[in-house]
């Protein structure tokens, strides 16, 4: 399978505890986006990379979520102290510098925090 | 208002219907615009791709960008069950974040 790879699949955590997601992109892709969906919404912004280096944050992005690239490959999305609010599904997607923007997503991470 | 706006239906038609499903923005720096197909507890399926204004066709799929209006369509022709799904369209400037609609939920009934 040569698609977006997430891990893991479903997560379900206590209140105030970390957790971590993995998003392994298309290999020849050097952008890599992180999106957040909720129940009856669209994915929202979180962040993205070129390579290795992080290039925008949204403003949805509190200090207490960091995102990660190292060695421009795959990536980590690391939730602290996590909230009920958190609870949603976490995107990854891919693409390649250039005029062609066509992004692919992943089967995405579903957080629920109890 | 939001950046990019979408009646969420949800839509119900029969087999074999043209369905047609839209969006609004108020950017007028987008210039990329795609239509995503999401399954439930699924992720987005990319369907269509469009830089600018135009028509681009893919199958039964079309997809019509008029950049003056602001406004983007995708048009199903003979619609079948398996195309019922959430559809997310979505738009960016040059080369970063996409922003979505909230997606518009199709159902095609047999």
């Known amino acids: 399978d040569t698609g977006v790879s997430q891990d893991p699949r479903h997560k379900i955590t206590k209140r105030g505890q970390n957790v971590t997601f993995r998003c392994d992109p298309i290999?020849?892709?050097?952008?890599l986006y992180w999106y957040r969906q909720t129940l009856g919404q669209g994915p929202e912004f979180l962040t993205y990379?070129?390579?290795?280096?992080?290039?925008?944050k949204s403003r949805l992005l509190s200090d207490r979520f960091s995102a990660e690239r190292p060695k421009g490959s795959f990536s980590t999305l690391e939730i602290q102290r996590t909230e009920q609010g958190d609870s949603a599904m976490y995107l990854c997607?891919?693409?390649?510098?250039?005029?062609?923007?066509?992004?692919?997503f992943g089967q995405g991470t579903r957080l629920t925090v109890v | 208002q939001k950046e990019v706006e979408q009646d969420p239906g949800p839509l119900s038609v029969p087999e074999g219907a043209i369905v047609s499903l839209n969006c609004t923005y108020s950017?007028?720096?987008?210039?990329?615009f795609m239509w995503y197909r999401q399954y439930s507890r699924k992720g987005p399926e990319l369907l269509m791709y469009?830089?600018?204004?135009g028509n681009k066709e893919d199958g039964r799929f079309t997809a019509q960008v008029d950049k003056s209006s602001k406004y983007i369509s995708l048009f199903i022709r003979d619609s079948q069950p398996s195309d019922s799904a959430t559809y997310l369209c979505?738009?960016?400037?040059?080369?970063?974040?996409?922003?979505f609609g909230a997606g518009t939920r199709l159902t095609v009934k047999p």
């Open positions: 469009t830089y600018s204004s």
């Open positions: 290999s020849e892709h050097n952008r």
């Open positions: 950017n007028s720096a987008f210039q990329y």
């Open positions: 997607a891919s693409s390649q510098q250039g005029g062609n923007t066509e992004a692919f």
């Open positions: 990379f070129q390579n290795e280096a992080q290039l925008e």
């Open positions: 979505a738009m960016s400037e040059m080369n970063n974040d996409m922003r």
